[in-house]
């Protein structure tokens, strides 16, 4: 396939080879990270490396070329593939779950949970783990008027949502909060006026959700969850600060009634495994304004603190005790807050191999 590289046993030698098979019987797992340039991938490629070290086989898929994604210089294998939402997408991660059979597969885009669900039909990959929900679940992973809907119907408090006949009739609020309705990472979130939305033909209105504005603080809650164990565990992120729709500072803590909305979301959508949500305030309450079925990019600040969410979901569907991996000693004692920086990888030099 075009675009791989090989980090671990690639010499075409016998003496290559024999190393990576060697390399193999001592392998505590695999995983293949899809958009492993994203914050949510280099989270969990960190944490697998950190954790496990090179017991792990890490392989990294992104549509950017190496040289321009960090996790290249960090996995064992890197693959330049399509989009996850093209076709041939399925046929390339296929390629590469056949030389990987029993791999854990983690998507990270809302277009990764489609592309995976599809492939984890087949039965030639029956012993692979693809981490997304089960097929009646996966609607709500690209709909987010289909996801309010359903948190609405179990009980969760959600901001009022607005529909298309309410705004063609102008019943709605002065000021007012749109997102798409498949969207992620922030983007296209943002307030309009009553006054901008009643313009919008009925295309643009039904790709979109409308709610009512929420106040701040805006929390991120990641959650694990081990319904095997029946192990649970859920911490708080106040977005302090945020950076292109990723939080750069944060208090972290802990908050039980969140905890109570995490398990109720946890019981509705047959959660296993690790995933986050974002709540806001209306009237001093707290109410969800999205769902991520993962983790997200700011959860290697949780992790920061001893509280490694990414391990604990990676361990447990290896069959160890993943709660083991969260430690809660220091948020139990009080507010923790974290922040973080950017750093610098060197992804490619020149050589006389690329001739840069």
Known sequence: MDGVVLRVGASGSGAGCV???SLIKR???TAVVCASGSGVSFGLIQRLRSRWGEKVHIIGLDSNPAPLVTASVVVDEFYTV???NERVF???????LDKHDGAHVYPALNSDFTALSEIRKLE???NCDFVCPVDDKIKFVKDKLALFEALSAINVPTPKLFTTKDIENGCCDDELFVKPRDGCGSKGARKVNKKELVTYDRKLLNSIIVQEVCQKPEVTVDVFIDIVRGDFAAVCRERVEIKAGVCTKARIFADKGLEKIAEQLCEFFGMSGGFCFQVMKIFGKWVVIDLNFRLGAGTALSCAIGADFFSAMHGSRCGECGIDYIDLSWIKQGDCYVTRQYTEYITRLPNENNGA
């Not at 399925?90 to 590469?96: E, G, H, P, R, V």
């Open 82 to 84: 399509c989009q996850s």
């Open 90 to 96: 399925l046929d390339q991660i296929s390629d590469i």
């Open 27 to 29: 392998l505590h797992s």
């Open 19 to 21: 190393m990576q098979r």
């Open 124 to 126: 030639k990959f029956r």
